[in-house]
Protein backbone atom coordinates (compact mmCIF):
# COMPACT_ATOMS: atom_id res chain seq x y z
CA UNK A 1 0.00 0.00 0.00
CA UNK A 2 3.16 2.40 0.56
CA UNK A 3 4.05 1.96 -2.77
CA UNK A 4 0.79 3.92 -3.90
CA UNK A 5 1.88 6.92 -1.96
CA UNK A 6 5.48 6.24 -3.02
CA UNK A 7 4.67 6.82 -6.51
CA UNK A 8 4.61 10.58 -7.06
CA UNK A 9 8.25 10.69 -5.35
CA UNK A 10 9.29 8.16 -7.89
CA UNK A 11 8.35 9.49 -10.93
CA UNK A 12 9.65 12.72 -10.04
CA UNK A 13 12.97 11.27 -8.51
CA UNK A 14 13.66 9.05 -11.57
CA UNK A 15 13.71 6.29 -9.78
CA UNK A 16 11.93 4.83 -12.56
CA UNK A 17 13.33 3.85 -15.62
CA UNK A 18 12.89 1.60 -18.80
CA UNK A 19 14.43 -1.57 -20.10
CA UNK A 20 14.30 -2.31 -23.83
CA UNK A 21 14.07 -6.10 -25.52
CA UNK A 22 14.02 -6.70 -28.82
CA UNK A 23 11.83 -8.64 -31.66
CA UNK A 24 13.90 -10.72 -33.56
CA UNK A 25 12.87 -12.41 -36.86
CA UNK A 26 13.53 -15.93 -37.20
CA UNK A 27 14.40 -16.26 -41.04
CA UNK A 28 17.48 -13.39 -40.32
CA UNK A 29 19.34 -11.35 -38.15
CA UNK A 30 16.95 -8.25 -38.18
CA UNK A 31 15.78 -6.25 -35.08
CA UNK A 32 11.99 -5.88 -36.21
CA UNK A 33 11.40 -3.76 -32.87
CA UNK A 34 11.62 -3.45 -29.11
CA UNK A 35 9.35 -3.68 -26.56
CA UNK A 36 10.07 -0.97 -23.52
CA UNK A 37 9.42 -2.38 -19.91
CA UNK A 38 8.82 -0.27 -16.76
CA UNK A 39 11.36 -1.02 -13.62
CA UNK A 40 10.61 0.86 -10.48
CA UNK A 41 14.12 1.29 -8.10
CA UNK A 42 12.70 2.28 -4.79
CA UNK A 43 14.67 3.77 -2.11
CA UNK A 44 14.01 1.20 0.65
CA UNK A 45 12.75 -1.99 -1.25
CA UNK A 46 15.13 -1.98 -3.92
CA UNK A 47 14.21 -3.26 -7.14
CA UNK A 48 10.37 -4.38 -7.57
CA UNK A 49 9.21 -6.32 -10.23
CA UNK A 50 6.35 -4.45 -11.90
CA UNK A 51 4.21 -7.41 -11.74
CA UNK A 52 4.35 -6.45 -7.98
CA UNK A 53 3.79 -2.68 -8.59
CA UNK A 54 1.82 -2.93 -11.64
CA UNK A 55 -1.51 -4.26 -9.86
CA UNK A 56 -1.47 -2.47 -6.83
CA UNK A 57 -1.12 0.83 -9.18
CA UNK A 58 -3.82 0.28 -10.95
CA UNK A 59 -6.44 -0.68 -8.06
CA UNK A 60 -5.05 3.24 -6.79
CA UNK A 61 -5.99 4.84 -10.08
CA UNK A 62 -2.03 5.53 -10.48
CA UNK A 63 -1.32 3.76 -13.90
CA UNK A 64 -2.89 6.49 -15.74
CA UNK A 65 0.25 9.14 -15.11
CA UNK A 66 2.79 6.04 -14.91
CA UNK A 67 1.79 5.57 -18.44
CA UNK A 68 1.75 9.04 -19.22
CA UNK A 69 5.65 8.86 -17.76
CA UNK A 70 6.64 5.60 -19.98
CA UNK A 71 5.27 7.19 -22.94
CA UNK A 72 7.18 10.67 -22.43
CA UNK A 73 10.12 8.74 -22.01
CA UNK A 74 9.90 6.00 -25.02
CA UNK A 75 9.22 9.64 -27.26
CA UNK A 76 11.71 11.32 -26.14
CA UNK A 77 14.24 7.93 -26.65
CA UNK A 78 13.16 7.08 -29.95
CA UNK A 79 13.74 10.75 -31.37
CA UNK A 80 17.39 10.79 -29.85
CA UNK A 81 17.71 7.13 -31.61
CA UNK A 82 17.17 8.99 -34.55
CA UNK A 83 18.84 12.01 -34.09
CA UNK A 84 22.06 9.93 -32.82
CA UNK A 85 21.61 8.23 -35.99
CA UNK A 86 21.37 4.44 -34.27
CA UNK A 87 18.35 3.38 -35.41
CA UNK A 88 14.79 3.50 -36.41
CA UNK A 89 13.36 0.83 -34.26
CA UNK A 90 9.72 0.49 -33.39
CA UNK A 91 9.35 1.07 -29.82
CA UNK A 92 6.38 -0.86 -28.04
CA UNK A 93 5.15 0.50 -24.98
CA UNK A 94 2.18 -1.41 -22.60
CA UNK A 95 -0.77 -0.03 -21.97
CA UNK A 96 -3.00 -0.48 -18.63
CA UNK A 97 -6.10 -2.46 -19.70
CA UNK A 98 -8.89 0.50 -18.38
CA UNK A 99 -6.72 3.41 -20.08
CA UNK A 100 -7.18 1.48 -24.12
CA UNK A 101 -10.49 3.72 -24.41
CA UNK A 102 -9.70 7.19 -22.77
CA UNK A 103 -9.29 10.03 -24.58
CA UNK A 104 -6.64 11.51 -22.53
CA UNK A 105 -4.34 8.14 -23.41
CA UNK A 106 -5.00 9.28 -27.26
CA UNK A 107 -4.22 12.89 -26.50
CA UNK A 108 -0.91 11.88 -24.51
CA UNK A 109 -0.05 9.75 -27.44
CA UNK A 110 -0.29 12.84 -30.46
CA UNK A 111 1.15 15.11 -28.14
CA UNK A 112 4.34 13.21 -26.96
CA UNK A 113 4.68 12.07 -30.49
CA UNK A 114 3.90 15.82 -32.03
CA UNK A 115 6.49 17.70 -29.86
CA UNK A 116 9.32 14.88 -30.79
CA UNK A 117 8.67 15.31 -34.23
CA UNK A 118 8.78 11.39 -35.37
CA UNK A 119 6.52 9.71 -37.85
CA UNK A 120 3.62 8.21 -35.83
CA UNK A 121 4.56 4.82 -36.71
CA UNK A 122 7.53 4.41 -34.50
CA UNK A 123 5.07 3.31 -32.25
CA UNK A 124 2.95 0.38 -31.28
CA UNK A 125 0.42 -0.09 -28.29
CA UNK A 126 0.35 -3.75 -26.92
CA UNK A 127 -3.16 -4.33 -25.12
CA UNK A 128 -3.90 -7.32 -23.27
CA UNK A 129 -6.94 -9.39 -23.98
CA UNK A 130 -8.53 -8.66 -20.65
CA UNK A 131 -8.55 -5.29 -21.71
CA UNK A 132 -10.84 -5.71 -24.33
CA UNK A 133 -13.11 -8.30 -22.58
CA UNK A 134 -15.44 -5.54 -20.68
CA UNK A 135 -16.38 -3.67 -23.69
CA UNK A 136 -15.44 -4.68 -27.09
CA UNK A 137 -17.04 -2.19 -28.85
CA UNK A 138 -15.18 0.77 -27.40
CA UNK A 139 -11.91 -0.94 -27.77
CA UNK A 140 -12.50 -1.40 -31.26
CA UNK A 141 -13.24 2.22 -31.74
CA UNK A 142 -9.83 3.22 -29.98
CA UNK A 143 -7.94 0.89 -31.73
CA UNK A 144 -9.56 2.48 -35.33
CA UNK A 145 -8.44 5.48 -33.76
CA UNK A 146 -4.84 4.07 -32.63
CA UNK A 147 -4.92 3.04 -36.10
CA UNK A 148 -5.66 6.09 -38.39
CA UNK A 149 -2.84 8.13 -36.57
CA UNK A 150 -0.42 5.55 -37.32
CA UNK A 151 0.40 3.44 -34.44
CA UNK A 152 0.71 0.21 -34.59
CA UNK A 153 -1.34 -1.73 -32.17
CA UNK A 154 -0.56 -5.30 -30.81
CA UNK A 155 -2.88 -7.81 -28.91
CA UNK A 156 -0.79 -8.94 -25.98
CA UNK A 157 -0.60 -11.88 -23.58
CA UNK A 158 -2.89 -13.93 -26.51
CA UNK A 159 -3.63 -17.43 -24.86
CA UNK A 160 -3.70 -16.27 -21.05
CA UNK A 161 -7.38 -15.34 -20.93
CA UNK A 162 -9.97 -16.47 -23.23
CA UNK A 163 -7.60 -16.17 -26.57
CA UNK A 164 -11.61 -15.48 -28.76
CA UNK A 165 -10.86 -15.73 -32.06
CA UNK A 166 -13.89 -13.32 -32.56
CA UNK A 167 -10.96 -10.88 -31.16
CA UNK A 168 -8.39 -11.43 -34.44
CA UNK A 169 -11.57 -11.33 -36.50
CA UNK A 170 -12.96 -8.28 -35.13
CA UNK A 171 -10.11 -6.08 -34.02
CA UNK A 172 -8.49 -3.76 -36.02
CA UNK A 173 -4.80 -5.07 -34.41
CA UNK A 174 -1.33 -5.60 -36.61
CA UNK A 175 0.30 -7.91 -34.41
CA UNK A 176 -0.24 -11.01 -31.93
CA UNK A 177 1.96 -11.52 -29.49
CA UNK A 178 1.40 -15.24 -28.06
CA UNK A 179 1.97 -15.87 -24.46
CA UNK A 180 5.18 -17.67 -22.94
CA UNK A 181 2.61 -20.20 -21.25
CA UNK A 182 2.06 -21.83 -25.09
CA UNK A 183 5.64 -21.10 -25.81
CA UNK A 184 7.61 -23.46 -22.65
CA UNK A 185 6.06 -26.59 -23.91
CA UNK A 186 7.81 -26.13 -27.57
CA UNK A 187 8.88 -28.27 -29.44
CA UNK A 188 8.96 -30.95 -26.63
CA UNK A 189 4.84 -31.07 -26.06
CA UNK A 190 2.96 -31.64 -29.35
CA UNK A 191 -0.11 -30.02 -28.37
CA UNK A 192 1.71 -26.67 -27.03
CA UNK A 193 3.82 -26.91 -30.57
CA UNK A 194 0.59 -27.51 -32.79
CA UNK A 195 -1.02 -24.46 -30.83
CA UNK A 196 1.70 -22.26 -31.64
CA UNK A 197 1.83 -23.26 -35.06
CA UNK A 198 -1.71 -23.18 -35.61
CA UNK A 199 -1.69 -19.99 -34.37
CA UNK A 200 1.25 -18.74 -36.45
CA UNK A 201 -0.45 -20.44 -39.61
CA UNK A 202 -3.88 -18.03 -38.83
CA UNK A 203 -1.80 -15.04 -38.37
CA UNK A 204 -0.62 -15.46 -41.54
CA UNK A 205 -3.68 -16.05 -43.40
CA UNK A 206 -4.80 -12.86 -41.59
CA UNK A 207 -2.23 -10.86 -42.37
CA UNK A 208 -1.44 -10.28 -38.80
CA UNK A 209 2.33 -10.01 -37.81
CA UNK A 210 2.69 -12.35 -35.06
CA UNK A 211 5.05 -12.36 -31.95
CA UNK A 212 6.39 -15.72 -29.92
CA UNK A 213 7.24 -14.32 -26.40
CA UNK A 214 9.28 -15.74 -23.80
CA UNK A 215 11.69 -17.85 -25.95
CA UNK A 216 14.90 -18.98 -24.10
CA UNK A 217 15.90 -21.92 -25.81
CA UNK A 218 17.93 -22.55 -29.29
CA UNK A 219 14.93 -25.67 -29.71
CA UNK A 220 12.11 -23.55 -29.89
CA UNK A 221 14.23 -21.07 -31.95
CA UNK A 222 15.00 -23.94 -34.67
CA UNK A 223 11.37 -25.12 -34.34
CA UNK A 224 9.85 -21.28 -35.27
CA UNK A 225 13.08 -20.75 -37.85
CA UNK A 226 11.73 -24.11 -39.84
CA UNK A 227 8.26 -22.68 -40.14
CA UNK A 228 7.81 -20.34 -43.27
CA UNK A 229 6.30 -17.83 -41.97
CA UNK A 230 9.05 -16.59 -40.60
CA UNK A 231 7.50 -15.39 -37.00
CA UNK A 232 8.89 -12.66 -34.88
CA UNK A 233 10.93 -14.06 -31.67
CA UNK A 234 11.25 -12.03 -28.34
CA UNK A 235 12.68 -13.52 -24.95
CA UNK A 236 15.88 -14.25 -23.13
CA UNK A 237 17.64 -16.89 -25.99
CA UNK A 238 18.57 -13.32 -27.66
CA UNK A 239 18.50 -11.20 -24.52
CA UNK A 240 16.63 -9.81 -21.12
CA UNK A 241 15.48 -6.25 -21.35
CA UNK A 242 18.37 -4.06 -20.74
CA UNK A 243 19.01 -0.21 -20.18
CA UNK A 244 19.20 1.58 -22.67
CA UNK A 245 22.57 2.03 -22.91
CA UNK A 246 23.17 -1.10 -22.97
CA UNK A 247 20.50 -2.27 -25.27
CA UNK A 248 22.38 0.00 -28.36
CA UNK A 249 25.38 -2.06 -26.97
CA UNK A 250 23.77 -5.42 -27.49
CA UNK A 251 22.21 -4.38 -30.60
CA UNK A 252 25.64 -3.14 -32.68
CA UNK A 253 27.20 -6.31 -31.69
CA UNK A 254 24.64 -8.42 -32.61
CA UNK A 255 23.73 -7.14 -35.86
O1 LIG B 1 9.16 -7.08 -17.59
P1 LIG B 1 8.40 -8.04 -16.70
O2 LIG B 1 8.28 -9.48 -17.13
O3 LIG B 1 8.94 -8.02 -15.29
O4 LIG B 1 6.88 -7.46 -16.57
C1 LIG B 1 5.93 -8.02 -15.75
C2 LIG B 1 4.57 -7.54 -16.16
O5 LIG B 1 4.51 -6.11 -16.11
C3 LIG B 1 4.20 -7.91 -17.60
O6 LIG B 1 2.85 -8.30 -17.63
C4 LIG B 1 4.36 -6.62 -18.36
O7 LIG B 1 3.47 -6.50 -19.44
C5 LIG B 1 4.05 -5.59 -17.31
N1 LIG B 1 4.70 -4.33 -17.65
C6 LIG B 1 6.03 -4.10 -17.76
N2 LIG B 1 6.25 -2.80 -18.09
C7 LIG B 1 5.03 -2.22 -18.19
C8 LIG B 1 4.59 -0.90 -18.51
O8 LIG B 1 5.37 0.01 -18.79
N3 LIG B 1 3.24 -0.68 -18.49
C9 LIG B 1 2.35 -1.65 -18.18
N4 LIG B 1 1.07 -1.33 -18.19
N5 LIG B 1 2.73 -2.91 -17.92
C10 LIG B 1 4.05 -3.19 -17.91
O1 LIG C 1 3.11 -9.12 -20.28
P1 LIG C 1 4.21 -8.78 -21.22
O2 LIG C 1 4.31 -9.72 -22.38
O3 LIG C 1 4.23 -7.34 -21.63
O4 LIG C 1 5.57 -8.95 -20.40
C1 LIG C 1 6.56 -9.80 -20.83
C2 LIG C 1 7.48 -10.05 -19.66
O5 LIG C 1 8.21 -11.25 -19.91
C3 LIG C 1 8.49 -8.95 -19.47
O6 LIG C 1 8.42 -8.55 -18.16
C4 LIG C 1 9.85 -9.59 -19.71
O7 LIG C 1 10.79 -9.14 -18.76
C5 LIG C 1 9.57 -11.05 -19.55
N1 LIG C 1 10.34 -11.86 -20.48
C6 LIG C 1 10.81 -11.55 -21.69
N2 LIG C 1 11.46 -12.58 -22.26
C7 LIG C 1 11.40 -13.59 -21.37
C8 LIG C 1 11.88 -14.93 -21.39
O8 LIG C 1 12.49 -15.41 -22.34
N3 LIG C 1 11.62 -15.68 -20.28
C9 LIG C 1 10.96 -15.17 -19.20
N4 LIG C 1 10.78 -15.98 -18.16
N5 LIG C 1 10.48 -13.93 -19.16
C10 LIG C 1 10.70 -13.15 -20.24
MN1 LIG D 1 4.00 -6.67 -23.57
NA1 LIG E 1 3.03 -10.60 -23.26
Known sequence: RNLVHDIDRAIRNNELFLVYQPKISSHSKEILGVEALLRWNHPIYGHISPGIFIPILEEYNKMYDVTDWVINQVCYQISKWIQDGISAWQVAINIPGPYVTSPRLMNILKESVTNNNFSSSYLELEITETSVINNIESAIKAIEEFREFGFSVALDDF??????????????????????????????SEKDSAIVKAIITLCHSLNLKVVIEGVESKDQVLYLRSMSENPTIQGYFFTPPLREGEFVKWAEEFQ
Open 159 to 188: GTGVSSLSYLKRLPITTLKIDKSFVDGVPN
